[in-house]
T-cell receptor
Framework: DVKVTQSSRYLVKRTGEKVFLECVQDMDHENMFWYRQDPGLGLRLIYFSYDVKMKEKGDIPEGYSVSREKKERFSLILESASTNQTSMYLC?????????????FGEGSRLTVL | GEDVEQSLFLSVREGDSSVINCTYTDSSSTYLYWYKQEPGAGLQLLTYIFSNMDMKQDQRLTVLLNKKDKHLSLRIADTQTGDSAIYFCAERFTSGTYKYIFGTGTRLKVLA
């Protein structure tokens, strides 16, 4: 079974702190994604990576950066956390082209910024 | 524009059928998906339908796609308490890089 693992299920940080959210997948997937989930807003794409060291901005990249140094690992970085970044963060991965495009999700990281 | 809309809540009695609806505005999608999110968990794919299909059935699940009205629905037959979850529809575009648009999610509550 495909496994997408997010290192932290729950985090509490203070305004201005730097926050790292880590995601690892074990199926050699080319694509990895970071989404933010808020009630009534569904999932919104923050960043997407289609290869090592490659990244593209999603719909809401402001205040976030990402790093993909190895194929299996995709990190989301909040350089200076703010209260409006309190949310559930979901990592996902999938194969490259030529398939149904199913996304495999991690269990989520719930971040609270005080 | 790209927008996917769902009603926020649905409540049904155990054993009844549930129908969760989704409308979308962009007709260039290729695949449409239904994902399920159980409490405290990530999303898991339930089923998908290719955009040139009208219907897909998979055990208790029936997906209907009306491209003319840009309407997607998920019917769950004989709904069980274990079906209580948030259901997201999503569409995928293959023009350019991968892009998925998710709906707002419908919270299904199954009453015993």
């Amino acid at each position: 079974d495909v496994k997408v693992t997010q290192s932290s299920r729950y985090l509490v940080k203070r305004t201005g702190e730097k926050v790292f959210l880590e995601c690892v997948q074990d199926m050699d997937h080319e694509n990895m994604f970071w989404y933010r989930q808020d009630p009534g807003l569904g999932l919104r794409l923050i960043y997407f990576s289609y290869d090592v060291k490659m990244k593209e901005k999603g719909d809401i990249p402001e205040g976030y950066s990402v790093s993909r140094e190895k194929k299996e690992r995709f990190s989301l970085i909040l350089e200076s956390a703010s209260t409006n970044q309190t949310s559930m963060y979901l990592c996902a991965s999938n194969m490259g082209r030529g398939n149904t495009g199913e996304l495999f999700f991690g269990e989520g990281s719930r971040l609270t910024v005080l | 524009g790209e927008d996917v809309e769902q009603s926020l809540f649905l409540s049904v009695r155990e054993g009844d059928s549930s129908v969760i609806n989704c409308t979308y505005t962009d007709s260039s999608s290729t695949y449409l998906y239904w994902y399920k999110q159980e409490p405290g968990a990530g999303l898991q794919l339930l089923t998908y339908i290719f955009s040139n299909m009208d219907m897909k059935q998979d055990q208790r699940l029936t997906v209907l796609l009306n491209k003319k009205d840009k309407h997607l629905s998920l019917r769950i037959a004989d709904t069980q308490t274990g079906d209580s979850a948030i259901y997201f529809c999503a569409e995928r575009f293959t023009s350019g890089t991968y892009k998925y648009i998710f709906g707002t999610g419908t919270r299904l509550k199954v009453l015993a």
